[in-house]
Structures are given as C-alpha cells and as structure tokens.
C-alpha cells in the first residue's frame, strides 16, 4: 500500500459556506510537507457555490476541485437550477463526480449519468463515477449484477476510459458509519478490476478516521471517497496519515 498512487476525494455534499475554506490550509501545508505526495491525489468537490473560491484558495497548492453532479446538456439552455460541465470548468473544476447514490435516488439512472459522463469527458473533466448496491440488493445477492449494469450502462460508447475513475460506494454503508465486511469489499473490488480493466476504484462509505486503518489493508483500493469526515481538515489530514503509517 505504501508506494500506491492514491486518492483522497472530499464530497462536500450540501455542506459549507465561505468560512468553510478557511481550515484548507492546514490541508495544504500538510500535503506540501508530507514525503508520500507523489503518490497522492487530493480533489475537494464542494458544493457549486464554493468551487470558484476554492479554486482561488487552492491555486499553486497540489490540491484540485471537482464538481458533485454536472447537467447533461452541453450547452447553456432553459434549465432553471442546473449548471453544465462546461460552466463547472469554467469555475475551475477538473473533475465531477456523476451518479452518487443520493442521485439517483432522486431519479437519476444509468443513461442519464451515461449522457452526464460524455458531456464532463467532452470539456476535459475528469469523471468519478460512484456504482452501488443498496441494502436490499444486497440481501438479494445481485451486487455484482447491479454494479455490472451501473458500470455497463454508465459508459456505454465511452472511448477515453482513462480520464474516468470508479467509485464503489455502497448505499447501505453511506453516513451509517458501517463498512463492507475487509474481505467483501476486496472481492468486489476485485471484481470490478477483473471484469472492466485498468479503472482505478475508489471505497466510499463512512471512512473515518478509525477505520482506515481496516481499510488501508484492502490493497486493491486505488483511494478514498469520503464524505462526512472530509469536512473536516484535521480528520481528513488524519485520514491521509494513518493510511500511509
Ligand atoms: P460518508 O463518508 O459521509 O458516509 O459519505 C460517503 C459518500 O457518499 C461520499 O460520496
């Protein structure tokens, strides 16, 4: 694990004002500093309000700034509340995260996140695909099936795979503080690896600043999404350390 590129993604969610970029300093030191830096990727995804300050806050620092969800239209248009991808980068984001459970449960499916990903892919945004199951799927066994579809689907007649990174958040896991058994989520990893090659894949689900230390075991994760502990810069930092001692 210790020589592993990794990722660390903060999600926001809808949490934070202005006075929340005041602590992103503490992050931005730590990460100058820490000996391991090359071999990690910071992208703060806050909500659309705080992207562009953040932007500016983060500017020559080794941190980036992404978007939590981008519209599927390309252009400007009559969407009263949505922002393109294009309109994110403007604001200086360099990645979006698309399909988050909280999503699609307001509806979201696979080809509306797919139409999502070609129109982030076509103005340069780097895209973190978030798949998985919800409890009762799980109960049912089709984990595997359901994250097939999700990724299947998703991409569908998507050529450059590479500026796309998978995310396996399973819903049941997501603020209820309870993660994946260490040996599930290696084998589900493991088989999203198995079954679509050469995608880094991210856990997502109540990682803190104890159970990292159960999941930096899991060596064929790629990184972290993190939501609730990532507001936090002392936890994140924390987050980060402990991965690498
Ligand atoms: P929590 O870390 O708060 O469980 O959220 C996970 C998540 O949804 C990140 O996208």
Redesign the pocket.
Known sequence: MTNKYMYFIA?WKMYGGLNSLNSLHKVINFLRKFKKNNFIKIVYCPPHTLIRPMSKKLKNSLINVGAQNCHENDNYGPFTGSVNAKMLKNVGAKFVIIG?SENRLRGENNKLINIKIKSALKVGLKVIL?IGETSVEKRKKITKQILSKQIKLGLDKIKNKNKIIIAY?PVWS??TGIIPKPEDLFNTINFIKKKFKNFKVLY????NTKNINELKLIDNIDGF?????SQDSKKFIDIIKKTYI
């Open positions: 999600n988050h978030c958040e997501i603020g997502g689900g109540s990682v999404l993190i939501g609730g502990a």
